[in-house]
């Protein structure tokens, strides 16, 4: 039977996660370092006070613990994330938010809420996988748009936006991740920021901001007012904002939240209704007593240590090991690496080279959407150990060096066999 031909479009179209893909790797029982997801540090939850809340919401028999609750979200936990807005400079009302199954329901549901087939959509070169795949489900039309060292390049962002607008082609949003984005740790600068909102006003298109990473700032490079949100400067409704206590908490309560002006929120949620009901009930109240007790606003300096000294381990194993080989913006905040490899190099085809040396990561090809990328990589040293980073990055380099040494054997016989 052909099961194929019974497939939707956008079923045919879809495609594994690269970073999904690297699972069935670590499956195998080999000794393989990790870089390719981007996991929080199981030794930084909150293990105890974790303990200790499930305890006693379970003990208490309380029937709405355990049981369906409102689409939106626990009243209590919608609370919390406005007061969380707030501190942010968001001025957030209820009616504005709604609690998600993780951020990547988030993206799914704007992505139904705002994509018909054919749709264009601007997003960052490169960008995150999962929103390219969140769009690309919708069978949207992704264009991307360079990056500088500070964010999303705005010269370039009008000069796309223009030539779509004379092929009369409408934008209906553009994606960002202006805090420590994933892939590549860049940070929107706050001008630039300001910019690109007065952009969006101008051009009469919405920004989805992704900003998942905006706590984990490093205090030796960056500050709480360099990641104020787009959003915050947000006046007419223009910009939907999505965040997460994945980062922060821990990803496993699947619990995060979006802002939107109150006629997409209302859209955003008769698509949730269709899609899970609710985010779990136990999942919200676990987020709630942590945020209530304080667990929250005593992980996040821990975090922030842990973090910014995991990438100083990584950067430095990188210099020692790759020397000029390889070249990457120092992130000042997030989980990320981003490198760039001798244009010769294609991260993917060398995957299995490093796969035998024992580590992996995610070819950088993968974040984007136009094809381009193919010596880059991406590399998250937010799960190993320090120790297993420099393991790690000394068998990338062993990886790197071998793969150089076939590219030019097999270019000396090319040349060799030129007539």
Same mark, same amino acid.
């Given at each position: 039977?052909? $099961?194929? /031909?019974?497939?939707?479009?956008?079923?045919?179209?879809? =495609?594994?996660? +690269?970073?999904?893909?690297?699972?069935?790797?670590?499956?195998?029982?080999?000794?393989?370092?990790?870089?390719?997801?981007?996991?929080?540090?199981?030794?930084?939850?909150?293990?105890?006070?974790?303990?200790?809340?499930?305890?006693?919401? @379970?003990?208490?028999?309380?029937? /709405?613990?355990?049981?369906?609750?409102?689409?939106?979200?626990?009243?209590?936990?919608?609370?919390?994330?406005?007061?969380?807005?707030?501190?942010?400079?968001?001025?957030?009302?209820?009616?504005?938010?709604?609690?998600?199954?993780?951020?990547?329901?988030?993206?799914?549901?704007?992505?139904?809420?705002?994509?018909?087939?054919?749709?264009?959509?601007?997003? !960052?070169?490169?960008?995150?996988?999962?929103?390219?795949?969140?769009?690309?489900?919708?069978?949207? =039309?992704?264009?991307?748009?360079?990056?500088?060292?500070?964010?999303?390049?705005? *010269? +370039? #962002?009008?000069? =796309?936006?223009?030539?779509?607008?004379?092929?009369?082609?409408?934008?209906?949003?553009?994606?960002?991740?202006?805090?420590?984005?994933?892939?590549?740790?860049?940070?929107?600068?706050?001008?630039?920021?300001?910019? @690109?909102?007065?952009?969006?006003?101008?051009?009469?298109?919405?920004?989805?901001?992704? *900003?998942?990473?905006?706590?984990?700032?490093?205090?030796?490079?960056?500050?709480?007012?360099?990641?104020?949100?787009?959003?915050?400067?947000?006046?007419?409704?223009?910009?939907?904002?999505?965040?997460?206590?994945? %980062? =922060?908490?821990?990803?496993?309560?699947?619990?995060?939240?979006?802002?939107?002006?109150?006629?997409? +929120?209302?859209?955003?949620?008769?698509?949730? &209704?269709?899609?899970?009901?609710?985010?779990? /009930?136990?999942? &919200?109240?676990?987020?709630?007593?942590?945020?209530?007790?304080?667990?929250?606003?005593?992980?996040?300096?821990?975090?922030?240590?842990?973090?910014? $000294? %995991?990438?100083?381990?990584?950067?430095?194993?990188?210099?020692?090991?790759?020397?000029?080989?390889?070249?990457?913006?120092?992130?000042?905040?997030?989980?990320?690496?981003?490198?760039?490899?001798?244009?010769?190099?294609?991260?993917?085809?060398?995957?299995?080279?490093?796969? !035998?040396?024992?580590?992996?990561?995610?070819?950088?090809?993968?974040?984007?959407?136009?094809?381009?990328?193919?010596?880059?990589?991406? #590399?998250?040293?937010?799960?190993?150990?320090?120790?297993?980073?420099?393991?790690?990055?000394?068998?990338?380099?062993?990886?790197?060096?071998?793969?150089?040494?076939?590219?030019?054997?097999?270019?000396?016989?090319?040349?060799?066999?030129?007539?």
């Amino acid at each position: 039977m052909n $099961h194929e /031909s019974f497939l939707s479009r956008a079923a045919a179209g879809m =495609t594994q996660s +690269a970073i999904r893909r690297m699972g069935g790797i670590l499956a195998t029982g080999r000794d393989i370092v990790s870089f390719a997801p981007g996991y929080p540090a199981p030794d930084t939850f909150a293990w105890d006070d974790f303990r200790a809340i499930a305890a006693e919401l @379970l003990a208490s028999r309380d029937g /709405s613990i355990l049981q369906y609750g409102p689409t939106r979200g626990y009243r209590p936990l919608l609370e919390v994330i406005a007061g969380l807005q707030r501190g942010r400079g968001i001025d957030t009302a209820i009616e504005d938010l709604l609690v998600t199954t993780g951020s990547q329901q988030g993206l799914d549901l704007v992505a139904r809420v705002l994509i018909d087939p054919g749709d264009v959509i601007l997003v !960052e070169l490169p960008t995150y996988v999962g929103a390219i795949s969140a769009f690309r489900n919708a069978q949207a =039309t992704m264009i991307g748009v360079p990056q500088e060292q500070d964010g999303i390049d705005l *010269d +370039a #962002l009008d000069r =796309t936006f223009a030539r779509l607008a004379a092929d009369g082609r409408r934008v209906k949003f553009l994606y960002v991740v202006p805090n420590f984005q994933n892939p590549t740790g860049l940070l929107i600068g706050l001008d630039k920021r300001r910019r @690109l909102l007065e952009w969006a006003e101008r051009r009469d298109v919405l920004v989805v901001e992704d *900003d998942p990473y905006r706590d984990l700032y490093f205090e030796d490079s960056a500050s709480e007012a360099e990641v104020r949100p787009i959003k915050a400067d947000d006046r007419s409704g223009r910009v939907i904002y999505l965040s997460s206590f994945s %980062k =922060t908490l821990a990803p496993g309560y699947r619990v995060a939240w979006i802002a939107a002006a109150p006629p997409l +929120a209302a859209k955003l949620e008769m698509a949730k &209704q269709a899609e899970d009901l609710l985010t779990g /009930s136990l999942d &919200q109240r676990v987020v709630y007593e942590a945020c209530k007790r304080g667990v929250l606003d005593r992980q996040v300096p821990t975090l922030r240590r842990h973090y910014a $000294h %995991k990438r100083d381990v990584m950067q430095d194993a990188l210099k020692r090991e790759l020397g000029d080989l390889a070249t990457w913006p120092r992130p000042s905040g997030g989980f990320f690496l981003w490198l760039t490899l001798p244009a010769s190099v294609n991260a993917d085809i060398m995957l299995p080279r490093a796969i !035998e040396e024992g580590v992996i990561y995610v070819a950088g090809e993968a974040f984007y959407v136009n094809g381009e990328g193919q010596n880059t990589l991406r #590399l998250s040293f937010s799960a190993p150990t320090p120790e297993r980073i420099e393991t790690g990055v000394s068998r990338l380099a062993r990886a790197l060096r071998a793969e150089l040494a076939a590219s030019a054997t097999a270019a000396g016989a090319a040349r060799q066999g030129a007539p």
